[in-house]
């Protein structure tokens, strides 16, 4: 399936009947509760998988998944994702690595947000959208994201997020050119 840059891939309360892998590109997952505040939860890339819920027999899609630019994804039916699990042993381990990753992801972003202040969730935020954690060399650019989905990604607000890009900015940890270009030494507020 090609999705075109906001194209939704699916939306939250759809039904739950496939998983899907990314070939190219970034979805975003987001949710909207019942007063219409949108959370985004996750920002994926290539390798990896999203909509798993339907394996634990989730009948509908707890969140909304959204392409963040042109994206290529395959649409694995569940019964075809069950078959692959149970039948091919390199898949399923590899599968199985994905999950465990990703439950570690969300047990990181919610000590992160438990923990920490806004600006080091920001940092940790930019740093991993451009995936510092899954390559030796991680991309420098990021898909064009404004400062309120950023302050939805960390919860704060969008002023604080825009302080806190200035400060990066001149101290050299990021640059506007382009596009936004994040430095590995954006690492330093992580220690501070």
Do not use: W
């Not at 399936?1 to 194209?7: A, E, F, N, T």
């Not at 070939?23 to 990896?48: F, M, R, W």
């Not at 798993?52 to 707890?62: I, K």
């Not at 991309?139 to 200035?166: A, D, H």
């Amino acid at each position: 399936m090609r999705l075109q840059k906001s194209q939704e891939a699916y939306a939250q309360d759809d039904p739950a009947t496939s998983v899907m892998y990314i070939q190219e590109g970034k979805v975003k997952l987001s949710v909207v509760n019942e007063l219409g505040k949108e959370a985004i939860v996750a920002i994926l890339g290539p390798t990896d998988f999203f909509g798993e819920g339907c394996l634990a027999n989730q009948p509908v899609r707890m969140e909304t998944a959204t392409a963040l630019m042109p994206t290529t994804v395959s649409v694995i039916q569940k019964s075809e994702m069950m078959r692959a699990i149970h039948s091919d042993r390199a898949f399923s381990d590899r599968f199985m690595s994905y999950l465990v990753s990703r439950k570690l992801r969300l047990e990181e972003d919610l000590i992160d947000q438990l923990f920490n202040n806004s600006e080091k969730r920001l940092a940790r935020a930019l740093l991993r959208l451009t995936q510092y954690d899954k390559q030796e060399l991680p991309e420098e650019e990021l898909p064009k994201m404004s400062q309120e989905m950023l302050s939805e990604m960390v919860g704060t607000t969008r002023s604080r997020v825009n302080s806190f890009m200035s400060k990066f900015r001149k101290l050299g940890y990021i640059e506007y050119g382009d596009g936004l270009h994040v430095k590995p030494s954006l690492m330093n507020v992580l220690q501070e």
